[in-house]
Each structure stands twice: as structure tokens, then as C-alpha cells.
């Protein structure tokens, strides 16, 4: 869809020779020209998460998006479909809407007045007699993302009309979003597109990766505090009060997906305290019920497998999405050294609400805008940033664990939990998709 001219960057840069198997080139993070490369080649080219559909549950429900460059309307339709509109007048390109969400019935330009309905479709024109008979409303209404796909709620757009399908872009991955929604009772999700935490840090978007190394020193003082509180079962950040998730001792895998994805891998470590995690969950009312409905929706072992899991795949899909603990990230580039971070919290249905409240309040103590967990990560993402500008010696090290990697029947990749496999994952199809 899109037209931008390739050739203003230059089709002569060799993007080959930035990624190596165990080491990426800084000027990835730094270079401007390389930055519009990349929304043109990855972020206009391959499948990007939109939203999840319960964030646009009733008719005329709309959300505002940015994918790639392109500002986009997310609406439900008259016929309970989720459209995926550009938001851009057909007249003189002014954006049609400007209400981050809400319900509406259509969208009026400000500008001259046209006005489209939740389909896209053009169906008011100004002093409509002043056109000839050649214009016709139906070649006018608004332009729709080119392709759009939905795997289990989680709606996922491209702005290319060709490539592989969002079934094969997720493969093996697809498995790690089924522990979130699974978590549920009734298999189903909620996310509130007004309940979200903002950061915007001033660094590269590739900074934000799944990385099982860094949580002992970026987030020791966290970790510290955290033990001394009581549990939070039910929500996956309670799980760091088990023994140390991020030790290389632990059962704790870093795995790598095929197209990008990457995770950090807690299931091993987490399994033999689902009993544990179960007792407790029957000290209250909601807790009881809870348990007692996983059970009957998804049999006796998947579900304390489930619970144990705490519905956390910490899961990182390129390029933009993140599934980790109790919310739903989703990155957004704004420049080569500006990014920004949405994080919804997601809402289990069929549970009661203290199952619920718990899981918002531990979101809230580690992602929240007073928390300590995120925060530590925005302040290291720029120290990063400011880092890398000083390049005498420009190659950024991946290696750590590439002499312990394991290939899984799968064509997934893992290794110990403080090993780099996600970051040669995501850096590869980074490669693939800016040599493509």
C-alpha cells in the first residue's frame, strides 16, 4: 500500500553485514535512514498486533491506532465485524477522528464535512450537486488495512496486500498466547482500552526485548521489596515469590520462535507449585469457584497446569507485541531514539472480581505509572541509547549461550533463562525482513 520511494534511503546499504549469528551492528539503534527503513520494510510489510476485539465490543465502538506511520480507526460494524480504517479524509487527507475512542455512529471530517460510516463507506457529500456525474461515493470511502487477521481475539493487521499468512507468521507461538486466554475459565479475555499504562522512553523500539538476564541487577531493589509482601496468587508477578525464576540453575528456558518470536519460558519452573498455588486460591470464596471452574472447562491437570502458568506466556511477537505477566504490551516507534509503550491489563471473564482486583494491583505495583519494574526499564533503555552513540567499537554482543542452545521438534530453539536466544531471534527476522 504504501508508495514511499525505497530509493531516498538507498537500496545499496547492506543490511547483511549489521546482524551477525552473535553479534548486530549499533547503528541499527542509531541511525535515522535505517529507522525509516524499517517502517517501511517491517513495519508496513509484516503482520502487526492491532488490539484485542473486546477492546471494541459494541456497535459503533472505535479505538484510534498507530501501525506502522499509518493512523488507523478500529471499529465494530453493523455486522459485528472489526473494521480497520485509515484515518484520512479521501477529500483533503485531514483525519476524520480525533477521539482517542467512544462510540459513533459515523465519522464527519472537520474539514469539508464528508462523512463515512463504520464500514468506511462514503456516505455524505457536501454540495454534492458541484461534482459531475464521473464521481461516484463508492470509489471514495475510507482506505482499509490491507489485510486483517484474528487468532483468538488478539486481531492482528498487515498493510501488504501479499505474504504469509498470520497462521504461519505465529506458528509454534500461537501455543504461549493460548496460556493467557486459557487462563480464563471460559476461555475468554478483557481489555479495557481506557485502562492502560503510557511510558515513552527515549530509545530505540529493538531495546525492548525478552531478556531472562538482566532482572537481577535492573531489577534487584524491586525483587527485594517483593518478597517481603504477601502473596499475590492468581497473577503471574506473583510467581517471583517462588524460588529465583532467572537463575540458570532453575528449570527456566529462553526460547526462540520461528519469524521473531521469542519467550521466557517460566512453565518448568512454575509446574510444581501448582498445587501450592491451588491451595490458597480455595482460602476464598472467588478463589474456590475459580478453581472449580477451570477444572470442569479444562479437565483436572490442564488446569492446575493453567494456574501454575498464572496465564503469563511472557511472550514477545515481532514486531510490536508483548504478552508478559497481567497485560498486553504493545511498542510503538516514534523515532530511531523515541519509543513509546502502551500496557493494558488484562481481565480474566467468568472469575470473580477479587480474582481480577489482584491481578490489576500486582500489574500495578510492578507496570504501573508509580511502580519501580517499569520504570527501571525505560531509565536502562536510555542509558542504552546514550551508550551506543559512543561506537569507536560498534559491535553489540548476543552470544551469551549459543554453545547450550536445544532445538525443538517444533523448530522453536531454547536454552538456560539468562541466555540470548530471544534477542538472535528477533535480531534474524530483523535481518530477513531488511534484506527480503
Not at 464500514?119 to 463508492?138: I, Q
Not at 521438534?409 to 531488511?434: C, F, H, N, P, Y
Request: proline share 4%; glycine share 8%.
Amino acid at each position: 500500500m504504501s508508495t514511499r520511494n525505497s530509493n531516498i534511503i538507498g537500496t545499496d546499504r547492506d543490511y547483511e553485514s549489521l546482524v551477525k549469528e552473535d553479534r548486530v551492528h549499533s547503528s541499527i539503534f542509531t541511525d535515522e535512514a535505517i529507522f525509516e527503513d524499517e517502517m517501511e520494510r517491517i513495519f508496513h510489510k509484516t503482520w502487526l498486533f492491532a488490539l484485542h476485539e473486546s477492546e471494541v465490543p459494541k456497535e459503533g465502538d472505535f479505538k484510534l491506532l498507530k501501525l506502522g506511520r499509518f493512523p488507523v480507526i478500529a471499529v465494530r460494524d453493523n455486522n459485528n465485524e472489526v473494521q480497520l480504517l485509515i484515518n484520512r479524509c479521501r477529500h483533503r487527507g485531514a483525519q476524520v477522528c480525533e477521539a482517542s475512542q467512544g462510540n459513533a455512529k459515523a465519522f464527519q471530517c472537520w474539514y469539508h464535512g464528508w462523512t463515512y460510516d463504520t464500514k468506511g463507506e462514503l456516505v455524505g457529500v457536501t454540495g454534492e450537486e458541484a461534482y459531475d456525474k464521473t464521481f461516484d461515493a463508492k470509489d471514495h470511502g475510507l482506505t482499509k488495512v490491507a489485510r486483517v487477521g484474528n487468532y483468538r481475539g488478539f486481531i492482528f493487521a498487515s498493510h501488504s496486500d501479499e505474504g504469509q499468512s498470520l497462521d504461519d507468521y505465529l506458528g509454534p507461538a500461537k501455543k504461549f498466547i493460548d496460556i493467557l486466554v486459557d487462563a480464563s475459565p471460559t476461555s475468554e479475555i478483557e481489555v479495557k482500552p481506557q485502562v492502560v499504562s503510557k511510558t515513552v522512553y527515549r530509545g530505540n523500539w529493538k531495546q525492548i526485548g525478552m531478556d531472562g538476564y538482566h532482572p537481577h541487577y535492573v531489577h534487584v531493589s524491586v525483587f527485594k521489596i517483593f518478597s517481603k509482601r504477601e502473596s499475590t496468587t492468581g497473577s503471574a508477578v506473583g510467581a517471583i515469590h517462588l524460588e529465583d525464576p532467572f537463575s540458570d540453575s532453575s528449570p527456566s528456558l529462553t526460547r526462540g520462535f520461528p519469524n521473531g518470536h521469542a519467550a521466557l519460558d517460566f512453565r518448568f519452573q512454575r509446574l510444581p507449585h501448582a498445587k501450592d498455588n491451588m491451595a490458597e486460591l480455595q482460602q476464598s470464596e472467588d478463589g474456590r469457584k475459580y478453581v472449580e471452574d477451570m477444572i470442569a472447562h479444562h479437565g483436572k491437570e490442564h488446569a492446575e497446569e493453567l494456574i501454575a502458568w498464572h496465564g503469563d506466556p511472557h511472550l514477545g511477537v515481532f514486531p510490536n507485541l508483548q504478552l508478559i505477566h497481567d497485560h498486553i504490551r504493545v511498542v510503538i516507534p516514534v523515532s530511531v531514539s523515541e519509543t513509546q509503550v502502551l500496557m493494558y491489563p488484562v481481565f480474566l471473564k467468568g472469575v470473580g472480581q477479587e480474582i481480577n482486583n489482584k491481578r490489576l494491583r500486582a500489574h500495578e505495583a510492578f507496570y504501573g505509572p508509580a511502580s519501580n519494574g517499569s520504570p527501571d526499564d525505560a531509565e536502562i533503555f536510555e542509558r542504552v541509547q546514550r551508550g551506543l552513540e559512543g561506537d569507536a567499537n560498534p559491535w553489540i554482543q548476543l552470544g551469551r549461550g549459543m554453545n547450550r542452545e536445544e532445538t525443538d521438534s517444533d523448530g522453536t530453539v531454547s536454552a538456560r533463562i539468562s541466555d540470548e536466544i530471544t534477542q538472535r531471534a528477533q535480531m534474524q527476522e530483523w535481518k530477513r525482513l531488511m534484506t527480503e
